[in-house]
C-alpha cells in the first residue's frame, strides 16, 4: 500500500464557503497531482506539481488552486464552493525519474465533496 | 497527441474463466503503459506496467499484461478471474516525448459472476 494520504474522506458544505482539500505523502516523492473524477468515470487531471514552489494546471480548467510549500503536503483550495464542484477529487504522486518518467502514480483513497 | 481507449464499458465473466479487458493506445516515441485498478470508495491502486523488454508483462493479484506494438494494444489478462476482482479498472499511457502527464482511458468496470 502507498502511503499517501487525503482527508477528510467525506465533506458535505454549503455554497460559498472556501474548503481546503489535504493531501500528505510519506514518500518523499517530488512529482504531485490532483484529479476530479466523478464516480465511476473516467479521470480529469486539474493540477500538478514537479517539487517544492512548483505547481501547474492540468488538462481540465478548475476554479482550485494548489500550493506546494513542502514536499510531502499537496493542499488544495476551493475559495467558494460550488455546486458544480461536486465530485471526487484523487491525490497522487510519483518518484522523481531521470530522462523519461516512467513512475508509476501512488493514489489517495479520494475525497468525496457535496456542495449543496 | 497522446491518447489511450478502452473500448468496453463492462465486461463480464464467470468465476474461473479467463478475462481479457483491452486498451489501444496513441503515442509519439515509445510507450510507457501501465495499468490501474479501483474498488469502490477507494483510489487507484497500480497493476503493472511496461516500459521494455518482455512484452508480457507481470503484476499483482495475477494479473498480466500484453505489449503489442504492431497493434498498439495493452490488454490486461487473467487465467482464471475471481468475484474479488470486480472493480474498475484502468488503462494508463505517457509518451517517451511528453511525460509530465499520464494520459488515462475511461475505465472499464469487471464484473465477475460466481
Known amino acids: 500500500e502507498a502511503d499517501i494520504y487525503q482527508t477528510p474522506r467525506y465533506l458535505v458544505i454549503g455554497t460559498g464557503k472556501k474548503i481546503t482539500l489535504e493531501c500528505s505523502q510519506t514518500?518523499?516523492?517530488?512529482?504531485m497531482y490532483w484529479y476530479q473524477q466523478d464516480p465511476g468515470m473516467e479521470l480529469h487531471l486539474i493540477h500538478y506539481s514537479y517539487g517544492v514552489n512548483s505547481t501547474e494546471k492540468g488538462d481540465l480548467s478548475s476554479e482550485s488552486t494548489v500550493s506546494r510549500i513542502r514536499t510531502e503536503h499537496f493542499p488544495l483550495t476551493l475559495e467558494s464552493a460550488r455546486p458544480s464542484h461536486t465530485s471526487q477529487y484523487l491525490c497522487?504522486?510519483?518518484?522523481?525519474?531521470?530522462?523519461?518518467?516512467?513512475?508509476?502514480?501512488?493514489f489517495g483513497d479520494g475525497t468525496r465533496l457535496s456542495i449543496l | 497527441a497522446q491518447s489511450v481507449a478502452q473500448p468496453e464499458d463492462q465486461v463480464n465473466v464467470a468465476e474461473g474463466n479467463p478475462l481479457t479487458v483491452k486498451c489501444t493506445y496513441s503515442?509519439?516515441?515509445?510507450?510507457?503503459l501501465f495499468w490501474y485498478v479501483q474498488y469502490p470508495n477507494r483510489g487507484l491502486q497500480f497493476l503493472l506496467k511496461?516500459?521494455?523488454?518482455?512484452?508480457l508483462v507481470k503484476g499483482s493479484y495475477g494479473f498480466e499484461a500484453e505489449f503489442n506494438k504492431s497493434q498498439t494494444s495493452f490488454h490486461l489478462k487473467k487465467p482464471s478471474a475471481l468475484v474479488s476482482d470486480s472493480a474498475l479498472y484502468f488503462c494508463a499511457v505517457r509518451g517517451y516525448f511528453n511525460t509530465d502527464k499520464l494520459i488515462f482511458g475511461t475505465g472499464t468496470r469487471l464484473q465477475v459472476f460466481p
Open positions: 514518500m518523499g516523492h517530488d512529482k
Open positions: 511496461y516500459i521494455t523488454g518482455d512484452n
Open positions: 503515442v509519439s516515441g515509445n510507450p510507457y
Open positions: 497522487a504522486s510519483s518518484e522523481f525519474s531521470l530522462g523519461a518518467d516512467n513512475q508509476p502514480q501512488h
